[in-house]
């Protein structure tokens, strides 16, 4: 009778490990906090630029880092609202709206285009 309370014990321990990590997986895969490579701009007219591997987005908690070598580096502030992220740039607040968002891809319609980013 020992033996099954103890089986039944490391069984419960293991299913609480589990469940206490699913939430937080879940979590990750709709945060936008990551270092993004930028494959490709789609412009309005439905143009296409596909960029470099180097050319990146890195989100932070308050912070957008943007490195595209043909245009350089820019750091902007924002603020993130649901899908919209407020962005300042200069003295202007501009959106950057999260179109779609999953474990390994992200798009942000931008005043540029859409960003089709990848983890």
């Known amino acids: 009778m020992k033996n099954v309370a103890k089986i039944f014990s490391v069984i419960c321990l293991i299913l609480l490990g589990c469940t206490a990590c699913v939430p937080e997986t879940q979590t990750d895969e709709k945060s936008i906090k990551y270092k993004w490579q930028l494959l490709q701009v789609i412009y309005d007219d439905g143009s296409i630029n596909k960029l470099e591997q180097d050319n990146f987005v890195l ?3 308050h ?3 943007e ?9 902007y502030p924002y603020i993130r ?18 179109i779609s968002l999953d474990a390994n891809k992200l798009q942000l319609k ?10």
């Not at 931008?110 to 983890?119: D, M, W």
Request: glycine share 6%; net charge neutral.
């Open 81 to 98: 609202k649901k899908s919209i992220l407020h962005v300042t740039s200069g003295e202007t607040i501009i959106e950057w709206e999260i």
């Open 63 to 65: 912070e957008i880092l």
């Open 110 to 119: 931008t005043p540029i285009g859409v960003y089709v980013l990848r983890r």
């Open 59 to 61: 989100i932070d908690d």
């Open 67 to 75: 490195v595209i070598h043909q245009h350089g580096s820019r750091r």
